[in-house]
């Protein structure tokens, strides 16, 4: 999988889809779920280094959806959202960061424990200004 190109300072969505091990269609994720992602750079080999975003399901920046599949291919189920103001805030310069994405069915999120994982690399791309 390629890396996710963010801009700085541009206004963009990114769609996401996760799909079970041996299914065709994406996890129904719509009803009873919250997500959490949190961007860091690296600090050498750890993935602790400073954060540089951080996207919930709880401030619109992460829209759940209902998933499936149209003709046999899965459709995005989570859609990641930067507004101008948020991409601006983003470090300008150009450099790979990290990020997990957890969803986690409300029922246990309050305890942490998050249902699906997904490791995601995004390319900040520096804007000329």
Request: negative net charge; without cysteine; proline residues 1%.
């Given at each position: 999988?390629?890396?996710?190109?963010?801009?700085?300072?541009?206004?963009?969505?990114?769609?996401?889809?996760?799909?079970?091990?041996?299914?065709?269609?994406?996890?129904?994720?719509?009803?009873?779920?919250?997500?959490e992602l949190v961007i860091?750079?690296?600090?050498?080999?750890?993935?602790?280094?400073?954060?540089?975003?951080?996207?919930?399901?709880?401030?619109?920046?992460?829209?759940?959806?209902?998933?499936?599949?149209?003709?046999?291919?899965?459709?995005?189920?989570?859609?990641?959202?930067?507004?101008?103001?948020?991409?601006?805030?983003?470090?300008?310069?150009t450099t790979t960061v990290?990020?997990?994405?957890?969803?986690?069915?409300?029922?246990?999120?309050?305890?942490?424990?998050?249902?699906?994982?997904?490791?995601?690399?995004?390319?900040?791309?520096?804007?000329?200004?």
């Amino acid at each position: 999988m390629a890396n996710i190109e963010l801009q700085h300072g541009k206004e963009q969505q990114v769609d996401v889809t996760l799909v079970e091990s041996g299914s065709v269609a994406s996890v129904s994720l719509n009803s009873g779920y919250s997500a959490e992602l949190v961007i860091r750079r690296k600090a050498g080999k750890s993935f602790r280094g400073e954060v540089v975003d951080t996207l919930t399901s709880a401030d619109s920046r992460i829209s759940l959806l209902a998933g499936g599949e149209v003709g046999g291919v899965a459709t995005a189920n989570i859609n990641l959202k930067w507004n101008t103001a948020q991409a601006l805030a983003l470090p300008n310069v150009t450099t790979t960061v990290y990020g997990d994405l957890g969803v986690a069915n409300n029922a246990t999120f309050a305890d942490g424990q998050v249902k699906y994982h997904i490791r995601l690399t995004f390319d900040l791309i520096e804007s000329i200004i």
